[in-house]
């Protein structure tokens, strides 16, 4: 059963890069899809981007211009970094794992989440 | 606003049946774009519960089930338990904005 872990910073000053990374667990990081997640304080999911298999990425297009995924497979990790944040990026963050039914994307497994709060 | 539309809140009594609406448009389910759903946990992450708008992962109780028609996704809860008190989020594409897109989210209370 793959299992995944976010790490990071639980605070960033404004106008700062956000870096989280997600170990992966129980599985072959390199033969899946990944994904970053967040949710603010008491709302709702915002899909952030998929790295693929093939180092392929995409991203939500409201985040397209600060947000980068990579991966580095010698660790078995993947990495979110948001760049310029305020406040409004406040937010829990979850790492997961892309699946497939046929065409569609969805979220097989989460990681717990990591609290980021941006303030000075 | 989310592009899929849930009601912020549902109940229940215990050993009831619940049902949870999603409801999009023409650019996303009504686009043959299937509809996942999660349940959150307070204080904890999402779980995927139904995927391809009807199928359960291994594990989820058979009395979660899911359906799609149109436009709307439902989410139908059968024997209701105290331990189904959760968020509950469904999750599809959507083609002309080029993004996954979820729900606002529905907390089940049960009475």
């Known amino acids: 059963q793959v299992q995944l872990q976010e790490s990071g910073p639980g605070l960033v000053k404004p106008s700062e890069t956000l870096s989280l990374t997600c170990t992966v667990s129980?599985?072959?990081?390199?033969?899946?899809?990944w994904s970053w997640i967040r949710q603010p304080p008491g709302k709702g999911l915002e899909w952030i981007g998929f790295?693929?298999?093939?180092?392929?990425?995409t991203y939500n297009p409201s985040l397209k211009s600060r947000v980068a995924i990579s991966v580095d497979t010698s660790k078995s990790q993947f990495s979110l970094k948001l760049t310029s944040v305020t406040a409004a990026d406040t937010a829990i963050y979850y790492c997961?794992?892309?699946?497939?039914?046929?065409?569609?994307?969805?979220?097989?497994?989460w990681g717990q989440g990591n609290m980021v709060t941006v303030s000075s | 606003q989310s592009v899929l539309t849930q009601p912020p809140s549902v109940s229940g009594a215990p050993g009831q049946r619940v049902t949870i609406s999603c409801t999009g448009s023409?650019?996303?389910?009504?686009?043959?774009?299937?509809v996942h759903w999660y349940q959150q946990l307070p204080g904890t992450a999402p779980k995927l519960l139904i995927f391809?708008?009807?199928h359960r992962p291994s594990g989820v109780p058979d009395r979660f089930s899911g359906s799609k028609s149109g436009t709307s996704a439902s989410l139908a809860i059968t024997g209701l338990q105290a331990e189904d008190e959760a968020d509950y989020y469904c999750?599809?594409?959507?083609?002309?904005?080029?993004?996954?897109?979820f729900g606002g989210g529905t907390k089940l209370t049960v009475l």
């Open positions: 997961a794992r892309r699946g497939a039914f046929g065409s569609d994307s969805l979220f097989i497994s």
């Open positions: 391809g708008s009807s």
């Open positions: 023409s650019s996303n389910v009504g686009a043959d774009f299937d």
């Open positions: 790295i693929y298999y093939n180092g392929r990425t």
């Open positions: 999750q599809s594409y959507d083609t002309s904005l080029s993004l996954v897109v």
């Open positions: 129980g599985g072959s990081i390199s033969s899946n899809d």
